[in-house]
């Protein structure tokens, strides 16, 4: 399973961005679909997180300004930011929790998409 992570890029503050991630690859069904972030010298954190069923949860930061949602048939899963504000400066990551077969569920990751936002 790959997952293909775009939409990144610099941005004034008050701007949006959207990012978007494709998965792709041989696997029976995605449970969840997030986005987490990674700033410089920092843990990566979850931003938010959407089930299959298009339930979300959002990271306290990022709540009223950041939605996600999902478009299963397409197997992309989106995050619109908007009022962006320096702090919100990372590396954003796809994450997928897959089926891959009837009794293997895995973690997969994207390869990452930078977002820096100026002040």
């Known amino acids: 399973v790959q997952l293909q992570a775009s939409g990144g890029g610099l941005v004034q503050a008050g701007g949006s961005l959207r990012l978007s991630c494709v998965a792709s690859g041989r696997y029976l069904s995605i449970n969840y679909m997030g986005w987490y972030r990674q700033a410089p010298g920092k843990q990566r954190e979850l931003v938010a997180r959407?089930?299959?069923?298009?339930?979300?949860n959002y990271a306290d930061s990022v709540k009223g300004r950041f939605t996600i949602s999902r478009v299963n048939a397409k197997k992309t899963v989106y995050l619109q930011m908007n009022t962006l504000q320096p702090e919100d400066t990372a590396v954003y990551y796809c994450n997928a929790e897959v089926l891959v077969t009837r009794w293997n569920l895995e973690t997969f990751w994207g390869q990452g998409t930078q977002v820096t936002v100026s002040s």
């Open positions: 959407i089930t299959y069923g298009g339930s979300a």
